[in-house]
């Protein structure tokens, strides 16, 4: 048995790609719709309800393109959103196998940065301790560090210096491993590990959350015989300068369409 359908992959902008990217190389039969929701960027400062109607917005999107399942790659919307949606198709959120991952690699102290919200909620802390209770935990936000990455300021000295001040707390508590706990974060990973030191192992859930949709699609009779379609690439604002950070990531051209996602009763 096989399924031709896409895959969807869902973010606020470019970090996604990270996991689209490893999604393509785990999976490489498959066709993949990336939609990058940059009119609303970022998610991470918005509230619950907010979130959750932009999740519901993309997913509607998505599903209409006839996707056999969705890879919520936004930490954000994973941690906010997916707790409260009752979804007709598969759903991925990339928590739990980041979590998961780091749980694993841990000497016994574990940092978390990811977005306001996203710290906010506990999701991380909450998936570590439940993957393995007496970790210890230390969280930090670092809202500054998404707008870095839209502009494309992978290794600039303000995002070094900006990046400094937010591990300061981290390296204090002689943490072992690092979760990158947005999908924009591993785009500055040859920063962070270089601030932090080689002592310091980097978790990102991209490489995990491919993995378990691979096996999720296998064990459904779902995963595609053969690329049917190029990947597309949708984009809700500034299609130029995300196609300029897409080319860095993915060393390739990537033909953009733009496209209007309406919320009702919420921001445009």
């Given at each position: ?150 502009e494309g300021w992978f290794d600039d000295p303000i995002t070094e210096e900006v990046a400094r001040r937010y591990l300061a707390p981290l390296a204090a508590a002689h943490i072992d491993t ?91």
């Amino acid at each position: 048995m096989s399924d031709p359908r896409p895959i969807g992959v869902f973010d606020s902008g470019v970090g996604g790609l990270t996991v689209a990217a490893a999604l393509a190389r785990a999976l490489p039969e498959e066709t993949i719709l990336y939609l990058g929701d940059t009119a609303r960027l970022p998610y991470g400062t918005k509230s619950e309800e907010t979130v959750t109607r932009y999740t519901e917005k993309n997913l509607e999107f998505l599903a209409a393109r006839g996707v056999k399942g969705v890879v919520v790659a936004c930490n954000t919307a994973s941690a906010l959103a997916l707790p409260h949606l009752a979804p007709r198709l598969p759903l991925w959120g990339v928590i739990t196998p980041g979590a998961s991952a780091a749980a694993r690699r841990s000497r016994g102290r574990v940092g978390v940065i990811a977005t306001e919200s996203t710290i906010r909620s506990g999701a991380y802390a909450n998936a570590l301790a439940a993957a393995r209770p007496g970790l210890e935990i230390v969280s930090q936000a670092c809202p500054l560090l998404v707008p870095l990455v839209e502009e494309g300021w992978f290794d600039d000295p303000i995002t070094e210096e900006v990046a400094r001040r937010y591990l300061a707390p981290l390296a204090a508590a002689h943490i072992d491993t690092l979760v990158l706990g947005c999908t924009h974060y591993p785009l500055l990973a040859p920063l962070l590990a270089r601030l932090l030191g080689p002592e310091v192992a980097l978790v990102d859930s991209a490489e995990t959350v491919a993995a378990e949709v691979a096996s999720d699609l296998a064990a459904r009779g779902e995963r595609s015989a053969r690329r049917q379609a190029p990947d597309h690439y949708y984009v809700t604002d500034d299609a130029a300068r995300f196609g300029r950070l897409a080319r860095a990531i993915l060393a390739r051209d990537t033909p953009l369409e733009l496209v209007d996602l309406h919320v009702e009763g919420g921001e445009p």
